[in-house]
């Protein structure tokens, strides 16, 4: 079931168990929002058994960083409020950077509110050496999206706002899903990298968006169920 809620949108799975999943959508920080997204957000609740609340954000090239960054710790006081602390803290594609900014940027009085953060085939700022020009995988239309939302280039080596910089606040419990293949999979190679704490699953045979993927979503709910055992 899912109900709008200010500019968002709540998938609340029948038998919730206690602690809300914040998610943001991808779409490259230039498109997409939590309508388009609701049935990966309703997929979410179903198997991980948590409200999902898929929070909305500004889009660049409207907004940019660090202004974009700071939304997102927003939505995590906002979350908080609405549901309390086991808050988790979720993301597809370009949504798993704004989910690390909203931990990172949050303070430290409201980081002890976040349980883990969960990413799905996360974008941290690597651009893809190869990739589909078509589909705004490859390195062109991956460069052009980062420099839509970061025209003035703070973010390489900032520490409050590049996770592949080593200094990066991430919760205890991080756990990244690649998918095999997807071009921008080096992107959460290069996370674990960065952070050796991180934990790295890959989805094999899938690619980059499987969850909202008609031809991919069966498969792809497999790896979040087996994601979720991570969490119990």
């Given at each position: 079931m899912a109900d709008d809620h200010g500019g968002g949108l709540d998938c609340v799975p029948r038998d919730a168990r206690a602690g809300a999943l914040v998610h943001f959508h991808g779409g490259g920080f230039v498109t997409g929002s939590p309508w388009t997204h609701r049935c990966v957000g309703a997929w979410l609740a179903h198997v991980l058994r948590r409200i999902v609340w898929l929070c909305p954000y500004p889009l660049a090239p409207e907004t940019t960083l660090p202004r974009q960054a700071d939304t997102a710790a927003l939505r995590l006081w906002q979350a908080r409020i609405r549901f309390g602390d086991g808050l988790i803290l979720s993301?597809?594609?370009?949504?798993?950077l704004l989910a690390l900014w909203a931990f990172a940027r949050s303070g430290a009085a409201l980081?002890?509110?976040?349980?883990?953060?969960?990413?799905?085939y996360g974008y941290f700022g690597r651009v893809p050496v190869t990739g589909p020009e078509r589909d705004g995988l490859g390195?062109?239309?991956?460069?052009?999206?980062?420099?839509?939302?970061?025209?003035?280039?703070?973010?390489?080596?900032?520490?409050?706002?590049?996770?592949?910089?080593?200094?990066?606040?991430l919760p205890t419990r991080t756990v990244a899903l690649g998918a095999a293949r997807d071009p921008l999979l080096e992107n959460t190679r290069a996370l674990a990298t960065a952070h050796p704490d991180v934990r790295v699953l890959t989805a094999q045979g899938l690619g980059h968006g499987f969850l909202s993927t008609p031809t991919q979503t069966a498969a792809g709910l497999a790896e979040v169920r087996r994601l979720s055992d991570l969490l119990r």
């Open positions: 993301g597809d594609s370009a949504g798993a980081r002890p509110a976040v349980e883990a953060t969960l990413l799905f390195p062109a239309s991956v460069r052009a999206m980062q420099d839509r939302l970061d025209p003035e280039g703070r973010m390489p080596g900032d520490a409050m706002l590049d996770p592949l910089h080593k200094d990066f606040p």
